[in-house]
């Protein structure tokens, strides 16, 4: 059973950055998609961001610009380091791992294993 791990979520000013990380163990990192997704107070879960194990990468058009995602393969990490933050950005954010790795896969189904979540919380 793989296990992913978030860290880095926190406290930040508007126009802040933070960098999450996700570490992932028992499974295969190097072959799988791995994306980030977030859910705010009383809304659906979201995309966020993808990378293939090709190194492609999708985001969506909220966060386009903004957030960069990002993989270590040696370390079996991925990142997302999030820049110009705002209040709306405020979520607890997963990361989540697919055997679909050669897609960038932009809903959560495809999904197989997801971490625990790291809460964001940007003030204005």
């Known amino acids: 059973q793989e296990q992913l791990v978030e860290s880095g979520g926190g406290l930040v000013q508007a126009g802040g950055s933070l960098r999450l990380s996700c570490a992932a163990s028992g499974g295969t990192f190097t072959e799988q998609a791995m994306g980030w997704f977030r859910q705010a107070p009383g809304k659906e879960r979201e995309f966020v961001g993808v990378?293939?194990?090709?190194?492609?990468?999708y985001y969506a058009d909220s966060v386009k610009g903004r957030f960069t995602v990002a993989r270590d393969n040696a370390k079996n990490t991925v990142y997302l380091q999030m820049n110009s933050l705002k209040p709306e950005d405020t979520a607890v954010y997963y990361c989540?791992?697919?055997?679909?790795?050669?897609?960038?896969?932009?809903?959560?189904?495809?999904?197989?294993?997801w971490g625990q979540g790291t809460q964001v919380t940007v003030s204005s």
């Open positions: 990378i293939s194990w090709s190194l492609n990468t």
């Open positions: 989540a791992a697919s055997r679909f790795g050669g897609s960038v896969l932009r809903t959560s189904s495809p999904y197989d294993f």
